[in-house]
């Protein structure tokens, strides 16, 4: 799960849903404040208290910290009990924090000495909606790089594929188109199993935890209006 611009805010892609009643499925609404709670177990929660106090403010947690949680809450082996509409809830914009390279997650999950990742340097954010899934980086509202496609979720698993890509320069917008897409449903076999994907450990009203198909670690918070507006995202994700 490389992070270093858009197209890899995890290597990302994204792509068609398979049929209307996906899309149906996909844009279900669960309203934030009236969300079930997280069904994490006890033993879980300490992690995800972490996880959450890193995401509501960027480098106040150890980075050793924020990497044993991530460890933590992927052993727990949650289960996606709504998940999917958590994560496409309307107006839900997710902010990329922390990113942790393959290599460091998994040394740390045997106890290895190894790296522990970093807080993002840049203003990055993603979303889920019925128009599907866009990935970018900001720069206030000087400049702006996203990518955008369709995506399926099945349980912890999310597919991509990126058809366009836009270019934000001040108030203007550029698309371009990248490549054909395809549903899901016409992809051989094979082509289908080498999109691009997250595979979610976690999924709250306000925190998330995905491995990317390069291994990396990843974790996104719920973005408020201020860092929307403040980045240039708001502007962009109409």
Known sequence: MRVASCPSVHSVRCSPRAAPSQRARLAVVVPWASAAPATAPPAVEGALSVLRSAA????SVRPADVLAAMVAVEKAKLKPDGWEA????????????????AKDITAAAKKQKGGSGS???????QKFDDTGFENGVFLGGLASLTF??????????????VPSMSIGVG???FTIPIKASKPFSELPKK???????????????????ARGRSGGVALWGRADAQWLAESGAMAVYK
């Open 119 to 125: 807080y993002f340097p840049m203003a990055a954010c």
């Open 148 to 161: 955008k496609g369709p995506f399926q979720q099945d349980g912890k698993v999310v597919h991509f594929d």
């Open 191 to 209: 082509d289908f199993k080498a999109l691009p994907f997250f595979v979610y450990a976690y999924v709250g009203d306000d925190i998330v935890v």
């Open 56 to 59: 509501s403010k960027p480098g």
């Open 171 to 173: 108030p203007w917008r």
């Open 86 to 101: 958590k994560l496409t809830a309307a107006n839900v914009r997710w902010r990329l924090i922390y990113t942790v390279p």
